[in-house]
C-alpha cells in the first residue's frame, strides 16, 4: 500500500525559503512520476514540480528558477527546495505519485492515484 507523508510547511516572509519532504512508503514499481502539486480553497488543484523514474524534471512557469525537486533515493523521499517566495505561492501543498511514466501530462493531478495528505505554505508580504 503506497502511502505518501508531507512535512516542512509553514510561514515565512516574502523572499524567504522553505524545503518541503515526501516520505514515501510501499512503492514497489520502479517507473514512476512523482510530484509536488497546490491547491487553494475553491481553487483547481495544480502542479508545482514534478520528477519521473528516469531523472526526468518539469517544473510550472511560474515557480522555475524558484522552486528545485530532488530526491533522496535511499530513503524513499522527495523534497521540494523552495526559494525567493512570494504571497502567490500560499498554498496546501500535496505529494503525489503516479505509477507509470506513459505520454499524459505530468501535471494532470487526475493522473494521480496516491496523494499525501498535504502541509500548508504561507508566504506574508
Known amino acids: 500500500q503506497v502511502q505518501l507523508v508531507e512535512s516542512g510547511g509553514g510561514s515565512v516572509q516574502a523572499g524567504g525559503s522553505l524545503r518541503l519532504s515526501c516520505a514515501a512508503s510501499?512503492?514497489?514499481?520502479?517507473?514512476?512520476?512523482m510530484g509536488w502539486f497546490r491547491q487553494l480553497p475553491g481553487k483547481e488543484r495544480e502542479g508545482v514540480a514534478a520528477?519521473?523514474?528516469?531523472?526526468?524534471?518539469k517544473y510550472a512557469d511560474s515557480v522555475q528558477g524558484r522552486f528545485t525537486i530532488s530526491q533522496d533515493n535511499a530513503k524513499s523521499t522527495l523534497y521540494l527546495q523552495m526559494d525567493s517566495l512570494k504571497p502567490e505561492d500560499t498554498a496546501m501543498y500535496y505529494c503525489?505519485?503516479?505509477?507509470?511514466?506513459?505520454?499524459?501530462?505530468?501535471?494532470?493531478?487526475?493522473?494521480?492515484?496516491?496523494w499525501g495528505q498535504g502541509t500548508q505554505v504561507t508566504v506574508s508580504s
Open positions: 503525489a505519485i503516479r505509477l507509470f511514466i506513459g505520454s499524459v501530462r505530468w501535471d494532470d493531478p487526475g493522473t494521480f492515484p496516491y
Open positions: 520528477k519521473n523514474s528516469d531523472g526526468f524534471t
Open positions: 510501499g512503492v514497489t514499481y520502479n517507473r514512476y512520476w
